[in-house]
């Protein structure tokens, strides 16, 4: 079946330093994939997203990387900080003109300061 | 500009009873998500309206079910509760009618079945 995961349940990082949150995917034909942050008692708020015919998209402090020929996706973080501190999922919109994204099981990033 | 609300904010409920929960979605938000985040566990689709229709639905009992007001706004209604009905329920809207969207979430409904 087609199913989206993360390599890594826990990251623990010191602030200052980047972080790289891993993701596979195993639907090839997925052409939107989103990365998903949830702090403790909050819903998920979008970070960032990136589209098929990409390979790299830059945000604010973010970058996530598109690698289709192994279907994965990594979401950076540049000197992270505590705030940073949260779950991060990623999540592939279903193919044939769903709209409904599948989610990963999602990495919890632990800054220490 | 207010973002999507939930409520209640905690729920607990015995098993074999029903539940209701609610959602309004962001101000020009056709489109309402709701998904069930049990612990340790990445969100599972549940179902999707949109103006007004039940477009999609996850793979869930016929006990879950819901449905969108004319305001958009949504209820879902989860009937004989069972002990691994607890979980966080989500609720996401967006704008309709595009492939590529943005979701916005609201803070959940903690559910705990005793």
């Known amino acids: 079946g087609e199913s989206v995961g993360l390599h890594l349940p826990t990251l623990s990082v010191q602030e200052g330093d980047n972080s790289i949150i891993n993701c596979a995917y195993s639907?090839?034909?997925?052409?939107?994939f989103i990365w998903y942050k949830q702090e403790s008692g909050k819903g998920p708020q979008f970070i960032i997203d990136i589209r098929s015919n990409m390979d790299k998209r830059q945000g604010q402090r973010v970058t996530v990387l598109l690698n289709k020929t192994v279907k994965h996706l990594s979401l950076q973080i540049a000197a992270t900080q505590p705030g940073d501190s949260a779950v991060y999922f990623c999540a592939e919109k279903g193919s044939g003109g769903s709209y409904i994204p599948t989610f990963g099981r999602g990495t919890s990033l632990i800054v220490h300061p | 500009e207010a973002g999507v609300t939930q409520s209640p904010t905690h729920l607990i409920k015995t098993r074999g009873q029903q539940v209701t929960l609610r959602c309004s979605p962001i101000?020009?938000?056709?489109?309402v998500y709701w998904y069930q985040q049990a612990l340790g566990l990445g969100l599972q689709f549940l179902l999707w309206?949109?103006?007004?229709?039940?477009?999609n639905r996850g793979n869930f009992p016929p006990r879950f079910s819901g449905r969108q007001f004319p305001n958009y706004s949504s209820e879902l209604n989860v009937n004989a509760l069972e002990l691994e009905d607890s979980a966080l329920y989500l609720c996401a809207s967006s704008l309709a009618g595009q492939a590529h969207y943005e979701q916005y979430f609201g803070p959940g409904t903690r559910l705990t079945v005793t």
């Open positions: 639907n090839s034909a997925s052409d939107y």
């Open positions: 101000s020009g938000h056709t489109s």
């Open positions: 309206y949109d103006e007004g229709e039940e477009r």
